[in-house]
Structure formats: C-alpha cells, structure tokens
C-alpha cells in the first residue's frame, strides 16, 4: 500500500496536466469552431430528445388509424403520418431514444471489448499480440455489413442483436487505436520507472497507460457514434434490426420507401432525422479530434 | 371536281390507315425477350419436388406440360393426352399425344409417362395430389392406364397442375439431382440461365410440339422490393411486373405507357394458430378471441387498398360457393373470451410474416398486431424474408401465430390437405384432427359435385369456427402491370400467365 501512494506521485503529475489541457482546449475549439459547435448543439438537441422527447409525444407511436393513412402535415399531425397513420412526429421523438441507446451500447461494446483488448495487446506484446492482431486484421478484412449481416444471421434479427453485431463489427477499430497508442506509452520512461520499483501490471495499466490511451478512443468513439448511427439503421433497414412497431428510425425509413412515389413524407422524416444525428457526431468527433490530436497543436 | 376526287381519295386512304387497316410493321412480330419483375425467385424447378408455389410453379408450367391442362375458363383440355376416360371408379385410361419429345430429344411415350407417376408417387412433396395413385401399366407405346387406391376426384385437376408436368426420362436417370434447377420437359420454353438473384432466362424450346409462341425469350427478375420493382419498370428496365405496390396501381392505371392486368385468383391468405403450442393449442377460447379481434375488413379495404377480397371462409368462394364461417369483428367479445380463457391481464404471443410474398404481408401482419394489441394481447412480431420464412414454417417451436396463404393451385377444394391432413408434408399447423381428415377422405372420394360441396361446408366450418384453427383474412386478386409493348399477355385465375400468343410491339 505505501509503494501504491508513492507510485501515485509519480503517476498524477502528467494525467491531471494533460486533463486539464484538454478540457480548455476542448472549450477553446467549441468556442471558436464554429462547426463544432453545430455539432454540439445537435448532439445536445439529441441527447434532450432522447431523455423528454417521449413525454412531448402528442401520440402514441405505435397507435394505427388507419383511416388517417398517409396523411401529410397538418395541424394534428404536424409531420403528418406513416402507411398506418402512425403520428410521424411522436415517432420520430420516440425512436430518438432507441436510436441514441443503441449507438452508445453498440460503440460501449466496441470501445470496451476493443480498448482492453488492444491495450492489452499492446503492453504485453509477445503470443497474444501476434495472434490477436491476425485476428482483428481478418475482421478488417470482412466489409462491415457483411459481417453485422452474419452476426445478425446466426442471432436472429433483433434490435437488440443489430446493436451486438454493429459492437462486434467496429471492434477492431478500437483494438488497433488502443493498441498504438499503448505501444507509445508502454516506452515511456515513467511506465518504465513504475515496473523497476516494484509497481504491479494491473496498477501500472490502471494508473499509467489507461489514461494516457483513453484520449484518442474518445475520439474514435465520438466519431463511432455516427458511424454507429448509420449501422444501426442500415441494419433495420434491411429488416435485421428493430422489429415492428418499434419506431427505429431506420426501420422507419424501410418501411416509407413504399411509398415514396405518393407519400414521400413517411421516408423524408426518418430520413431527416438520421442525417441531422450523423452530423452532428461527425462534427463533434471532428472537432475533438482536433483539440485531442498532438499533432494539431 | 377531278382534284376534288383525287383529295377524297387521299383522304380514304389516309382514314384507312389510320382506322387500323394493319400495315406490315403492326403485325404480330416474333421474337424478342419478355422481360419480367418478379416478388421472389423460384426455390425449385422441380415439379414433383415443388417447395412453393407463386413464380416456381409459373416457370414449370412453360417448361413442362402435363397430360391434362386447365385452361383460364377453370376447364380442363387435353394436353399431352389426346383423350382420357374413366374405366371404373379406380381406374383412368389415357391415349397419348403422338410425335412428342422432349427438349433433350427423348421421345414422349407410355413408358415416359410410366416413369413419371413413379416418380411422382415417391415425391413427399406432391403427395396432397398424388398420394392416391396405386400404379401405371403400359397398355401400348400411346395409351396407360393409370391405377388409384380409392375413387378420387380431383386426380385429373391434379395432374393439369403444374406439379404434374412430365419430365424426360433420360434426365430422370441422369441428372435427377440438378431437376430443381434444369428441369426437362415438353414445354414451349427450356431453361436457358439460372444466375441466382440476378435473372432466370428461359428460351423457347424448338422441339416444343404445339403452337410456337412467338416470344424468343422470358426473362424473370426478382426484385424483393415493390418500389425497386417499380422504378426498374419505369425506368423501362421491365416489361412486365407481378404486384405493383397497390398504392400505385391507381396511378399505373391512368398512366397512358401502361396497362394493368387483374384476374380473381385461387389463393387465400389467412393467420393460423400452432397446434402444438401448449399455450394457443389447448386454448380454444383464445384462439377465438384473436380471431373476433381481427378486422378484416380495415385490413383487406385500408392496408390491401382494395385489392383483395375480403374473405369470410377458409375455401376460396371461387373453387367452391360456400356460407361465410368466420367469427365478426367484436372487441367487446374478444375481451370476454380471453378473460374466460384466463387472460384477462393479458397475454403474449409469437407472430410471424413473410415479406413480399402475399399482397401487403407485412403491413396486414403489423395492422393486426396493432388490433391484437386493442383488446389485450401483446405480440412479438418477426418479419422474415421468404426462403427463410418458409423453411421455418414447420417449425413449431416458440410460435404461436403466423400469417401464409394458401394457393388452390388445381381450382379443386382438395388442395390444402397437405396442409392440414393430420401429418401432411405442409402441415405448418401441426394438425391433428380426426375429423377433418375424415372430411377430407370424404371429399376426395364422393363424386358427386353437390355432395361434395356440403363436406367442404362442414370442413370449412370445422376449421374457421368450430376449433378456429385458422383466422381468414382475404382472397388474393392478381394483377400485373404491362407496358403497351406487351401484347396478348393474359393472367390465369391459377396464378400463372399465358404467354402462348404474347407478341411484343415496337
């Protein structure tokens, strides 16, 4: 215990430098960005959605009226209705939340299978690296939608298995950034001081490499919501992910292309609403990319 | 006066032209490729070893011919059969068609045909329409006679199907594997391409013994998609498309480059309870519950568009005129039915729907499991593309509900057997009912059409109302779009085309 406390003298002194850095400069390219701060904005509006968006619902999502069918906007429909005249706009607000659940577990699986694996990969190199790097090339190797598709196959589609699926298929994007950027760390001297004195693997990886690699999977992250976004979607889309009635935007979209010829509406809003939600993450992980990359200072 | 005469002359001319006294260029031209949308692909050529109906059994019937055939007007005609007559109750004679061989050369005779009932009594698959047969002998190289177990009725309706067409039997000895994807028949066409999901080819067959068609070739796409199918039609990619999204077909009709085609079909599409599910199963009064909680007609007028008809029996009323037998949209009776089944919390079923295979599948299966929902009763709804969604149908695991139809591909009453008969080879039910296999055996072998129409009164009712194994929702009404380029295409109210005249204009 009294080797732990020295280690961590050792230990604070770059962590809580570099964290501060970052976070003024995060707030300084937000400030000046103006980009970023759309990005911000969006994500925030997204993030708002998600949690009180349900309770703003004029209408249940699911509810049919079928003689209200495909109605356009109108004062008690303001984005008008689906092909069961579904209220568009209590759908929409809705499947905010699904969608945003499903990119974060989906990016979770990712950054915390992924990230561990590569930081492990990377502090203790030998075997485990070499096998798991041909691993996760022969993952990168696979385009992912075939391999969500595959996924998605053996489980069976779901919401639930599409947001496994499009986890498991942006892992080895995880395992390689955490992987780089541990082998940097693992050189330094101060990693290199902790191990002579004693310090063990698990408080060295804790205390040491962990924070100095969780920077760039941030960012990664970041720009892995978006892409997270698209996959979820796309993967509803073709019928693999959410099930009816669930107001998954993307299932929403397959569902509306029906009827784009008569009703072009039913596909517009779900449509809308998922580009407006890749921007702004893509903004956003642009943006912290660059306060966050060395190279950008 | 003389340039007067001439101008009137003209002008006759002209008004003869015009009239349609037919110039050469607006003959009925051969040759040409008709090219075709399709919903699905074929899952077999086979037709002894037919896995579905739809698009498989329209490709079988260009490339096989049967000894008998039913013609659009539901009669039967001769085919590759000259003649036939009933030599008692159990026995049939057939005189064959002289001349005729088959697309690889084989010359079509008594002992093809004999060959061909053999392998159609060994086929599980078309046992619903040939388990009666006993044998076939040879009586010359142009007559058989064909053997039955017990007096059978449809047996000659059967054989007109598409699942009776004869295969060459040198391709039976040689590649009987590869039938499903290469069959060898009489037909007017023979199989040219098969590139899975891309396009079937089909070319006309210059051994075919009948009228030549005038088409050189058939070319079927599937596109899954209705829009996709749609916008590859008028992006003039398509000649023909099976299904145009409902939506559409209003505006497909006023469209002054198209014509839509519409035949009242044979098929039923309905929902059906597992009977091995311990929970719907066992559960009489639940299953009638579901089935007041349908409404069908909102289902077959709103989500069909009116592109169907509503069905109140399980037997299309074109097959055979039947009293209406299922249970009237009543929420108020539903509710009291589940709580009498003890559910009155509630309950959770299983559903499942094919996508594009039926008129509007997936939507009629998410409008009902909305009304479901009204009175109570939560479903978890599984839409699934059609291969896989019908190689779980006999599946009976973890299901409770799901929604198929039914094609009555003979016109005759008796083809759902395979389907409900106690241990059919498509008794996605899981069946086991005495009484309406009796019903069965009983419609099958009485003779006499007024009879016979009473036994499927009394099925029918047995089945929708009684033990309401089976919710009916509509019969299904076939249509096809065509550009004006397409001429003399008709539609067979047996879900097939006839192409026999189809000639393509410029």
């Known amino acids: 215990m009294q080797r732990t406390g020295r280690l961590d003298v050792f230990a604070d002194e770059p962590r809580r430098a570099g964290a501060a850095r970052r976070r003024g400069l995060l707030w300084v390219i937000l400030t000046r960005d103006r980009a970023a701060a759309v990005g911000a904005v969006l994500i925030a509006g997204l993030l708002a959605l998600a949690v009180v968006g349900p309770w703003f619902a004029p209408y249940d999502p699911t509810r049919q009226d079928l003689q209200a069918r495909r109605a356009t906007a109108s004062r008690e429909h303001l984005l008008g209705t689906d092909e069961f005249g579904r209220d568009l706009l209590s759908r929409v607000l809705v499947g905010a939340r699904y969608t945003l659940a499903a990119s974060v577990v989906a990016v979770g699986i990712g950054t915390a299978a992924g990230a561990s694996l590569g930081l492990a990969m990377g502090y203790f190199g030998g075997r485990l690296d070499r096998m798991a790097t041909r691993f996760v090339d022969m993952l990168l190797a696979f385009p992912y939608l075939l391999l969500a598709i595959v996924v998605v196959g053996v489980l069976g589609p779901s919401l639930q298995n599409a947001v496994l699926a499009v986890g498991i298929t942006s892992l080895p994007i995880y395992v390689r950034v955490a992987r780089a950027a541990t082998l940097v760390v693992r050189q330094q001297e101060f990693v290199a001081a902790a191990l002579a004195i004693g310090g063990s693997h698990g408080h060295t990886i804790r205390r040491l490499v962990l924070p100095n690699v969780l920077g760039p999977v941030v960012v990664t992250a970041t720009v892995g919501m978006a892409h997270a976004v698209h996959a979820t979607a796309g993967l509803s889309f073709l019928g693999l992910g959410a099930q009816p009635p669930v107001p998954e935007w993307g299932a929403m979209l397959s569902s509306g292309r029906n009827y784009l010829l008569d009703a072009p509406h039913v596909a517009t809003v779900p449509g809308i609403a998922i580009v407006v939600a890749m921007l702004g993450f893509n903004l956003l992980g642009d943006a912290l990319r660059d306060a966050l990359d060395p190279r950008m200072r | 006066m003389r340039r007067w005469i001439v101008g009137l002359v003209a002008a006759a001319v002209m008004a003869a032209l015009a009239l349609g006294v037919p110039p050469a260029a607006m003959s009925q031209r051969p040759g040409g490729t008709l090219r075709m949308g399709t919903g699905v692909e074929p899952l077999s050529l086979d037709p002894h070893h037919y896995r579905a109906g739809g698009i498989d059994l329209v490709?079988?019937?260009?490339?096989?011919?049967?000894?008998?055939?039913?013609?659009?007007?539901?009669?039967?005609?001769?085919?590759?059969?000259e003649s036939w007559e009933w030599v008692d109750t159990k026995t049939l004679r057939f005189k064959l068609r002289k001349g005729v061989v088959f697309s690889d050369g084989t010359p079509w005779n008594a002992e093809a045909a004999r060959l061909n009932f053999e392998r159609m009594m060994k086929a599980a698959e078309v046992q619903g329409f040939f388990g009666q047969l006993a044998g076939a002998d040879v009586v010359d190289d142009a007559t058989i006679l064909l053997r039955l177990k017990n007096p059978y009725a449809p047996i000659l309706r059967n054989l007109a199907a598409p699942v009776g067409g004869m295969l060459s039997p040198k391709a039976i000895r040689e590649q009987d594997r590869t039938m499903a994807r290469?069959?060898?028949?009489?037909?007017?066409?023979?199989?040219?391409?098969?590139?899975?999901?891309?396009?079937?080819?089909?070319a006309r067959n210059p051994r075919h013994w009948g009228t030549p068609p005038k088409l050189d070739r058939i070319q079927f796409r599937p596109f899954p998609e209705e829009s996709t199918r749609l916008l590859a039609f008028h992006a003039g990619e398509l000649d023909v498309i099976q299904n145009p999204v409902p939506s559409t077909v209003k505006a497909l009709e006023r469209d002054q480059r198209y014509q839509v085609l519409r035949v009242t079909q044979t098929r039923n599409l309905w929902m059906g309870f597992k009977m091995q599910d311990p929970l719907v199963g066992r559960n009489l009064k639940l299953r009638q519950a579901v089935a007041h909680a349908i409404n069908r007609t909102a289902l077959v007028r709103l989500v069909a568009e009116g592109l169907a008809i509503e069905a109140r029996s399980f037997f299309p009323t074109i097959v055979i005129p039947l009293p209406p037998s299922a249970y009237p949209y009543d929420t108020s009776a539903a509710k009291r039915l589940l709580a009498e089944a003890g559910f009155a919390q509630g309950v959770r079923l299983q559903l499942r729907a094919p996508q594009?295979?039926?008129?509007?599948?997936?939507?009629?299966?998410e409008a009902i499991q909305e009304q479901l929902k009204v009175v109570g009763i939560q479903t978890d709804l599984k839409i699934m593309e059609w291969g896989a969604f019908s190689q779980d149908l006999l599946k009976h695991e973890g299901q409770q509900l799901w929604i198929q139809g039914w094609g009555f591909l003979t016109g005759d009453p008796d083809a759902p057997r395979g389907l409900l008969y106690s241990g059919g080879p498509f008794n996605s039910f899981g069946l086991r009912n005495p009484r309406v296999d009796s019903l069965f055996d009983r419609g099958t072998t009485t003779l006499d059409e007024d009879q016979r129409k009473t036994i499927y009164a009394e099925l029918d009712r047995v089945l929708v109302r009684e033990e309401a194994v089976v919710v009916p929702i509509y019969f299904q009404v076939g249509f096809f779009a065509i550009t004006r380029k397409v001429r003399d295409l008709y539609l067979h109210p047996l879900e097939l085309i006839d192409v026999s005249t189809t000639w393509l204009s410029q």
């Open chain 2, 59 to 81: 490709v079988i019937s260009l490339v096989t011919d049967g000894l008998v055939w039913i013609d659009r007007s539901l009669k039967l005609v001769p085919r590759l059969a």
């Open chain 2, 356 to 365: 594009a295979r039926y008129l509007k599948d997936r939507e009629i299966a």
């Open chain 2, 182 to 202: 290469r069959p060898v028949g009489t037909g007017p066409f023979v199989v040219e391409e098969w590139l899975p999901r891309e396009r079937l080819v089909l």
